[in-house]
């Protein structure tokens, strides 16, 4: 499994641009984790990768929207630190409720 890191800007302009926006962001959740208001980390292996992909980008508005893919590959524990009060959790470990 590798670590990609999905950035996304969605124009709010009007009404359409809210609705992609709130897409965009239910595609993200379905494959990783928020990080930050447009950023998700995701743990997804290749075949996964380009679905994820397929399917954000068939959401963009290419003329107004931006999209950015970061692959940390797997090799990503350390690449990635986090500081500050941002409450999130290891993907690769048992999540327990």
Do not use: W
């Amino acid at each position: 499994m590798m670590m990609v890191i999905v950035s996304y800007d969605v124009s709010t302009k009007d009404a359409a641009g809210s609705k992609r926006l709130r897409h965009v962001a239910k595609i993200c959740e379905d494959y990783g984790q928020r990080i930050q208001n447009s950023v998700f980390k995701c743990l997804v292996d290749a075949k996964t990768l380009e679905i994820l992909k397929e399917r954000l980008l068939s959401e963009m508005n290419k003329s107004t929207d931006s999209l950015y893919f970061f692959n940390l590959g797997t090799k990503h524990n350390n690449k990635v630190k986090c500081y500050g009060s941002k409450n999130v959790f290891d993907l690769e470990e048992p999540l327990i409720f």
